[in-house]
């Protein structure tokens, strides 16, 4: 079942490359595993998926011990300070980074450990009151800060609409972060370590965000079934 659905996720993620001419190969799949079992975990990973999303420490820590190489992490849960040492011991990448305290903590964390650590800055494209994510407008300010920091390597952005059940609705969010990379990459503040990742893009609107750019999608209820 969950192989299925991977292969037919990898099919989609193809054709909507392919709809605006993009290497497949410049967007990958984080398979968002939050509240699923080891046992989903492995299955997926057995057959090729070597990626996975979490959202929350505890669940992650467990998981991420019982699982073991060579499957790698990212952090996209909403990221307290008092777990700021544990999220950077066990991820490759935090996509949640939104405010420069969490940055700074990040930041020292990893300089004790000896790790660099890749990070993405989400924005909050809606300007929802209850979601996470640094205002469009201080993206450029926060940047030239957490630029500074030891030990961080900014990728890119990361983004959560508006909830909507059409994802054509969805697409104004998408292309609004990608256009806001391309400022921020003009102007010399994204970008200096390599290609711009923009995350974005969930089970019901990926390939509507591969359109616009995505580079990683994070997708979970369309691999391994509705949450309980
Ligand atoms: C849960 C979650 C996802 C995956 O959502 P699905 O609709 O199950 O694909 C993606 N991104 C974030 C930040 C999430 O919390």
Same mark, same amino acid.
């Given at each position: 079942m969950i192989c299925d659905n991977l292969k037919i996720i990898e099919k989609k993620i193809k054709r909507a490359a392919g709809r605006c001419r993009r290497n497949p190969d410049s967007i990958r799949l984080v398979a968002v595993s939050k509240?699923?079992?080891?046992?989903a975990v492995r299955k997926a990973a057995g057959c090729g998926q070597l990626l996975f999303?979490?959202?929350y420490l505890q669940e992650a820590k467990e998981k991420i011990a019982a699982v073991g190489a060579p499957v790698s992490w990212h952090f996209i849960g909403r990221l307290q300070s008092n777990k700021a040492g544990q999220a950077a011991r066990l991820f490759q990448m935090i996509e949640t980074v939104d405010r420069l305290k969490i940055a700074v903590l990040l930041s020292n964390h990893c300089v004790n450990l000896g790790k660099n650590l890749d990070i993405l800055i989400?924005?909050?494209? =809606?300007?929802?009151? +209850?979601?996470?994510? %640094?205002?469009?407008?201080?993206?450029?300010?926060?940047?030239?800060?957490?630029?500074?920091?030891p030990?961080?390597?900014v990728r890119g952005l990361m983004t959560m609409p508006p909830f909507t059940q059409n994802p054509?609705?969805?697409r104004p969010?998408?292309?609004?972060?990608?256009?806001?990379?391309d400022d921020l990459t003009?102007? =010399?503040?994204?970008? +200096?370590?390599?290609? %711009?990742e923009l995350s974005m893009g969930m089970s019901r609107d990926f390939e509507t965000a591969i359109e616009e750019?995505?580079?990683?999608?994070?997708v979970g209820t369309a691999i391994f079934g509705p949450r309980s």
């Open positions: 509240r699923m079992t080891v046992d999303g979490e959202n989400q924005v909050n494209v =809606g300007r929802e009151q +209850r979601k996470s994510g %640094v205002a469009p407008e201080d993206t450029a300010a926060l940047l030239d800060k957490i630029n500074a920091l030990n961080l390597t054509e609705e969805a969010y998408f292309s609004s972060l990608r256009l806001l990379a003009s102007s =010399g503040l994204l970008g +200096r370590n390599g290609p %711009v750019g995505a580079t990683l999608v994070r």
